[in-house]
């Protein structure tokens, strides 16, 4: 069975800090896709990235980046100099490649960004 | 346009009401999903369905009646809830597959009196 930890339940921190939210999956599959998703207080889920278990690339969107590790099974997403807006809910997710494309979702991490 | 759009954003209901969700696409995906979020939790799939067709139910209650008319459309059906099923039920759709991302709508913030 599948399964996301995000041992982290809440960070604070103080703008222009970098944050790091750590998530650690299990999976018997040898090929699946991992998802980090953000939700401010404002309910919806915004997509964040996705990465299949074959690209262990790490990846830079702007402030955002992602360090991909299978041999630690982990998944983790700094923000750089972080801002306020940062401040949500971060969830990482996992689909296995079998059937239809059903989500575990981590308990997720709430971020607190300060000015 | 990668929009979900959910109506209503609020709902408050009694427990012998009968009120449906709305939801609605145009990116083309066939594959839509409900789920029901609960304060501090991370979502929990409800239904999910493929080219229209009723492909998961999580073994949700009957009081909960899914709908896909069509490809763009997906609706769910509410009827004599309990205040424990108070939550966000958030809509969302992708390309059908495991592989694929999937965009969530706003949500609708429900409430059972």
């Known amino acids: 069975a599948q399964k996301v930890t995000q041992a982290q339940t809440e960070i604070s921190v103080v703008e222009k800090e970098d944050v790091t939210l750590d998530c650690v999956y299990e999976t018997r599959d040898t090929t699946y896709y991992l998802f980090w998703y953000k939700q401010p207080p404002s309910g919806e889920l915004v997509f964040l990235i996705r990465?299949?278990?074959?690209?262990?690339q790490n990846e830079i969107s702007g402030r955002y980046s992602w360090n991909f590790q299978k041999s630690t099974s982990s998944f983790n997403f700094t923000i750089t100099a972080s801002q306020v807006v940062d401040s949500a809910v971060y969830f990482c997710?996992?689909?296995?490649?079998?059937?239809?494309?059903?989500?575990?979702f981590g308990k997720g991490t709430m971020l607190l960004v300060s000015p | 346009d990668t929009e979900v759009t959910q109506t209503p954003k609020h709902l408050v209901m009694g427990m012998t009401n009968k009120k449906s969700l709305k939801c609605e696409q145009h990116?083309?995906?066939?594959?839509m999903y409900w789920y029901k979020q609960k304060a501090k939790k991370p979502p929990e799939l409800m239904f999910v369905?493929?080219?229209?067709?009723?492909?998961i139910n999580e073994s949700v209650p009957s009081r909960f009646s899914p709908e896909c008319p069509n490809s763009s459309l997906l609706n769910l059906h509410l009827h004599a809830l309990q205040p424990e099923d108070s939550a966000l039920y958030l809509c969302a759709s992708s390309v059908p597959g495991t592989s694929h991302e999937q965009f969530f709508g706003p949500g609708t913030r429900l409430t059972v009196l």
């Open positions: 369905y493929s080219y229209e067709k009723l492909s």
């Open positions: 990116m083309g995906h066939r594959a």
């Open positions: 990465r299949n278990s074959f690209d262990e």
């Open positions: 997710a996992l689909s296995e490649d079998a059937g239809y494309s059903t989500l575990t």
